[in-house]
């Protein structure tokens, strides 16, 4: 008799198709996983530009209608402001007035319809949200990609309320106070606002 050492073809065949079923099963799970990557950095762009937007505004009292590598100061949506948006990202912003404005931001790499368009805005959202696509029920300085409504945001709650909160540090500076605004989560901080 002989001492074979190995494996026999059939052993060999049923590892590979385990790993084929194995791969079929991870592959899709993490396919997407690149596009989520991007539309979190178009999520975060839009957070920056808020903060860009109002920096621009303690300046010059109105807010900037256009982007580029150094700010420049003007007024009626004249100026500029120092802002570069991550790889790929193109955000467009909507200037109206020196009481608001909104913005979306788009990046080719996202392929998924109800991702493929960010926006948000800042100021009253009957005037302001219609420029980025969103509804006067979405809330103020919260980025939002599902502008057609396909499918619900990740937002902590409580969080959009508190950069609602950040925008409005000083009650009727940039179209009043987040208490008016109907943001219950705020009712605590609300008896200061009067």
């Known amino acids: 008799m002989q001492n074979r050492k190995g494996f026999t073809l059939i052993e060999l065949l049923i590892v590979v198709v385990i790993i084929g079923i194995l791969a ?31 920096a621009f505004f303690s300046d010059n009292q109105d807010y900037a209608g256009t982007l580029g590598l150094t700010q ?3 007024v009626g949506g004249a100026g500029v402001a120092a802002f570069g948006p991550s790889k790929g990202n193109v955000i ?9 404005w909104s913005a979306t931001v788009t990046n080719p790499a996202v392929v998924t319809a109800s991702n493929d368009v960010c926006g948000i805005f800042v100021g009253d959202p009957t005037i302001y949200a219609a420029g980025a696509g969103l509804t006067a029920a979405d809330v103020e300085g919260a980025p939002k990609c599902d502008v057609a409504g396909a499918e619900p945001q990740d937002v902590v709650p409580g969080a959009a309320a508190e950069s609602a909160a950040l925008l409005h540090a000083e009650p009727g500076l940039y179209g009043g106070s987040p208490c008016a605004s109907g943001a219950d989560s705020l009712s605590s901080s609300c008896s200061s606002w009067s």
């Open 24 to 54: 079929a099963i991870a592959i899709p799970k993490f396919a997407n996983t690149k596009e989520k990557a991007v539309v979190a950095s178009m999520k975060s762009d839009l957070r920056n530009l808020v903060t860009t937007q109002e």
């Open 92 to 100: 467009v912003i909507n200037y109206t007035d020196a009481a608001g």
């Open 72 to 74: 420049t100061n003007g």
